[in-house]
């Protein structure tokens, strides 16, 4: 089976911009976790979506958002962008049921 | 919210030493999950613990899930060079499907 892909792996953005990122999830999993990771903060977690719906949400503000389409794909959005915003964004699944969560690789983003 | 006290935050050992680290909070978990992450990479899942007590291993690896549930322990046997990364210990509480992750132990292995 194909891991968890995330695209693109690297962006750089500027200040006041917007970006998605993509997450396709490992086949047959419905439920998409993204997290913010920072050397200072670690893995901060964003949002966990199953079957199109938000399951979970964590304490980002609301210009963090994300989707998840019907084939499970999932994609956050980040809208004006801020300095702080520059992290690893990765999302994880997992199969139902199941709380052990697969990476992907994660997209590097940096705001200048 | 729940948080996890991970230690210690880096290691520095010769090749052949073992290695132990820990993860405590003060809020009951259900579950414990043992990550590894790879300069570059996403986080790769090493071992999953879902009974308090419970003993699990994967090759060196061992990990353990407290008796009280507020703590993990993982052990590397025999280290060896490619051991090298940060590992994290994440747990899930009481909110369905979401875990909350240590700060990480960054682990150094001299060869």
């Known amino acids: 089976k194909a891991g968890v892909t995330q695209t693109p792996r690297y962006l750089i953005k500027t200040r006041g911009q917007q970006v998605t990122l993509s997450c396709s999830p490992i086949s047959g999993h419905r439920s998409v976790s993204w997290y913010q990771q920072t050397p200072g903060q670690g893995l901060q977690f964003l949002f966990e979506?199953?079957?199109?719906?938000?399951?979970n949400k964590g304490n980002f503000p609301g210009r963090f958002s994300g989707r998840q389409f019907s084939n499970s794909r999932s994609e956050m959005n980040v809208s004006t962008l801020e300095l702080g915003d520059s992290a690893l964004y990765l999302c994880?699944?997992?199969?139902?049921?199941?709380?052990?969560?697969?990476f992907g690789p994660g997209t590097r983003l940096t705001v200048t | 919210g729940q948080q996890l006290n991970q230690s210690p935050q880096s290691m520095f050992i010769q090749e052949g030493e073992d290695v132990s680290m820990n993860c405590t909070s003060s809020s009951i978990f259900n579950t414990w999950l043992w990550y590894k992450q790879e300069p570059g990479e996403g986080p790769v899942l090493l071992i999953a613990l879902y009974k308090a007590g419970e003993l699990t291993s994967n090759g060196r690896l061992t990990a353990q899930f407290g008796i009280t549930r507020k703590d993990s322990f993982l052990n590397i046997s025999a280290s060896i060079p490619s051991d090298v990364g940060i590992y994290f210990c994440a747990g899930q509480g009481s909110s369905n499907y979401k875990l909350t992750f240590g700060k990480g132990t960054l682990l150094t292995v001299n060869p």
């Open positions: 994880a699944s997992s199969a139902d049921g199941s709380y052990e969560q697969y």
């Open positions: 979506y199953f079957s199109e719906t938000q399951r």
